[in-house]
């Protein structure tokens, strides 16, 4: 597995960075992350939801004692919500729950008082198109941005991954509709990958999901290209990003991420599509 992604980091090294070592002088200019939230981020790639990183979130939670809501209203699965909340509680969770309700009734006060104590919440996998529109704007979502601000964790898998950044990835190509096949992203230009206002707990990195197994890299460099001075976070299958209220970041699951940070550009044009690329393995750890 380390040998297929250190290939892969050769070759966008050698694509988006100058064909020289970087000069004395260059350096790394993006906007910063100001994480102002007491609480942590679980940002999984998505694929099978191991026990790695459903622990991680019941530990950031408060250990097994932990309230967990399960939110999978991105699924049009009937069985996500209870499936998940099931899952937690096999690993000790033993206040894990899930809400199901219409998105008209999502402010009612008995689905309010869903997160009542709540200090981990789970975004489950599906469309992050239909999970905004299902909580833009409501009660429901600024008694959830509370929670991780008081220092509560907040999960979230595949659409629950990509909604958590600022500018998010809806997963389609400019001017093609929901209902048209899904493209496959593989040029380099602008304008190309669609983007939308997601949820905003990550404010200047740019989150992609499913990214090795899916070939993303494309994708999420497109997006950098037309948003300067933002970071990418291409996050694999059965791993994921833990972002830390000190603005620190660590994976943990089996697979890795990979961190895309622009240079600054030179007064010659030099650099003015240069990435800094870092490979994140199990483990790691990073400042962001």
């Known amino acids: ?10 070759v966008f090294i050698s694509f988006f960075s100058s064909c020289k070592q970087c000069e004395k002088g260059e350096q790394l200019e993006f906007l910063p992350e100001n994480i102002t939230a007491k609480g942590t981020l679980v940002i999984e790639g998505g694929g099978d939801r191991i026990a790695p990183i459903l622990n991680k979130i019941i530990e950031k939670g408060g250990g097994p004692d932990c309230k967990l809501l399960v939110i999978p209203f991105a699924s049009q699965m009937s069985d996500t919500g209870p499936r998940q909340a099931e899952e937690f509680r096999a690993l000790g969770c033993k206040n894990a729950d899930y809400i199901m309700c219409e998105k008209d009734s999502i402010d009612n006060p008995e689905n309010l008082a869903k997160l009542d104590g ?35 964790v907040i999960g979230g898998t595949s659409a629950g991954a990509a909604i958590q950044s600022r500018i998010m990835l809806t997963g389609r190509q400019i001017n093609v509709g929901a209902d048209e096949e899904s493209p496959v992203f593989n040029e380099i230009k602008s304008n190309y990958v669609e983007t939308k206002e997601g949820f905003g707990f990550l404010d200047n990195i740019i989150i992609d999901q499913h990214f090795i197994a899916r070939r993303r890299q494309v994708r999420l460099i497109n997006v950098l290209l037309d948003n300067p001075g933002y970071r990418g976070l291409g996050i694999d299958e059965e791993s994921a990003v833990v972002v830390n209220p000190d603005k620190t970041i660590e994976v943990v699951g089996t697979g890795c991420a990979m961190l895309f940070e622009p240079y600054k550009k030179g007064e010659d044009g030099s650099n003015a599509h240069s990435f800094k690329l870092t490979v994140l393995y199990p483990g790691d750890k990073y400042n962001i």
Do not use: C, P, W
């Open 118 to 152: 709540v200090t981990a919440v789970f975004l489950s996998g599906g469309d992050q198109n239909r999970l905004k529109e299902f909580l833009s704007g409501t009660k429901f979502f600024h008694k959830m941005l509370k929670i991780y601000q008081d220092g509560g």
């Open 1 to 10: 597995m380390k040998k297929t992604i250190l290939a892969l980091s050769a």
